[in-house]
């Protein structure tokens, strides 16, 4: 078990994925300080009901450990920070938000990590995403390329392609929070396929309402 300072965020960050951010909070600015001193790690979780700013927000339990690459403190005072994903964690107990959030946590690895049997699953994920990024391109919707380059792994797969999916956060906090990469690749597959479906009924016209 470990103590994190936490940042909750409106966005899910996944391991191995990078993340830039932007603190101008005056408690985030308390953490980055602490952080700069100390240990560069962070976690971050989802913010299930609530802002950003302010406070008062509901958060989920299960998060991902970031680790500060590049930070630059700008003449205001504000930093913007390049971070990137490094462990999957849980949640045991929310400490006072004193200065900033405190977390008490487990890491969480994927008890199948380097499995060679979820090799197929990976491989059938990544085809599944390049078809709906695919399409998402060429529905206008915002996606990154579908010869986006991923892991080798499949565990990093099931991370990454959840990351780059063009799903909504509640779906990719559903992923993070899968139990083992193998089921972490089930669901994204199926929730692939959903997606595949909607944007060809769009690409054909059939969210057409005039």
């Known amino acids: 078990m470990a103590v994190l300072p936490m940042f909750p965020l409106g966005s899910v960050l996944f391991p191995s994925l990078v993340l830039p951010l932007r603190v101008f909070e005056p408690r985030y600015r308390a953490l980055v300080h602490d952080c700069l001193t100390g240990d560069p790690e962070f976690g971050v979780v989802l913010i299930e009901r609530g802002s950003e700013v302010g406070g008062g927000d509901v958060r989920t339990q299960v998060g ?93 797969i099931s991370h990454q392609a959840a990351a780059l999916s063009p799903l909504g956060p509640f779906d990719q906090q559903r992923l993070l929070s899968e139990p083992t990469a ?26 057409d309402q005039s």
């Open 64 to 156: 991902t450990v970031a680790r500060m690459l590049q930070c630059e403190e700008l003449p205001d005072g504000r930093f913007t920070l390049l971070t990137v994903g490094t462990h999957r964690f849980r949640v045991n107990a929310w400490l006072p938000d004193d200065p900033y959030p405190l977390a008490d946590v487990d890491l969480w690895p994927d008890p199948d990590d380097g499995d060679p049997t979820l090799a197929p699953a990976a491989e059938a994920a990544v085809s599944m995403l390049r078809r709906v990024l695919a399409l998402a391109t060429e529905a206008g919707v915002a996606a990154v390329p579908s010869t986006v380059e991923l892991a080798d792994d499949p565990a990093l």
């Open 182 to 207: 193998g089921a972490r690749l089930e669901a994204l597959h199926a929730m692939l396929v959903d997606a595949e479906a909607v944007l060809s009924m769009r690409l054909a016209g059939g969210d």
